[in-house]
């Protein structure tokens, strides 16, 4: 997949942070029970925003690729989601990162309580399970791109419609190797 639609990686409702016509887009899929993903999360998505979301030249997106198909991690996609109803999606994201290993229902409706979520519309949302076909969504597309673990990344050069030069990188990596493959695609017209 070195070229396509936007759409076909960027599915609609899609969680994403910076300017939507940024050239660069960069994918994460991820599991929030994942130490790995929760090291990226707390050392180079900060510094990503810092360089090059602030500045309009990438935009972040997460997907979500829970490692098992039943479980804390499918649990938490879920309950971000549930949030996402409720305007809450990146501040239940960043608590469930920053609870990745405490992770349970109590602490899930916690974190839900904290947020001030409406509780018995996110109970509801839990119980429903709606977002399940979605989340397992993301997680076939991370497998399509051959990822056998988190976290992964798809970038992307794109003019917000279609999508070029694609490319992956599998599992935790240094910040400078997003620097660098990030330059690269800024530079291409």
């Known amino acids: ?18 300017d939507s016509k940024a050239p660069v887009l960069m994918v994460e899929f991820s ?20 360089e090059y979301l602030k500045a309009g030249t990438v935009r972040f997106a997460y997907r979500d690729y829970p490692r098992d198909e039943e479980g804390w991690g499918l649990v938490a996609a879920h309950a971000a989601r549930c949030a996402g109803e409720q305007g809450k999606y990146w501040d239940m ?9 405490r992770l349970g229902s109590g602490v899930i409706m916690q974190l ?20 399940i076909p979605a989340i397992m969504a993301d997680r076939d597309m991370a ?16 003019d917000g419609r279609r999508f070029t030069d694609a490319f992956t990188i599998p599992g935790a990596v240094h910040y400078d190797t997003f620097r660098t493959e990030i330059e690269k695609l800024l530079k291409k017209r």
């Open 112 to 131: 839900a309580k904290d947020l001030r979520l409406n509780a018995k519309a996110f109970a509801a949302c839990m119980d429903s399970q709606k977002h």
């Open 93 to 101: 994201h960043d608590r469930l990162f920053d609870q990745h290993a």
């Open 31 to 50: 599991d929030f029970t994942c130490g790995y993903c929760g090291k990226f999360f707390r050392e180079t998505l900060p510094a990503l925003k810092t």
């Open 1 to 18: 997949m070195a070229s396509g639609d936007l759409a076909d990686i960027l599915p609609p409702g899609t969680p994403t942070l910076g």
């Open 143 to 158: 497998v399509k791109l051959g990822f056998r673990g988190t976290p992964g990344f798809l970038i992307v050069k794109t």
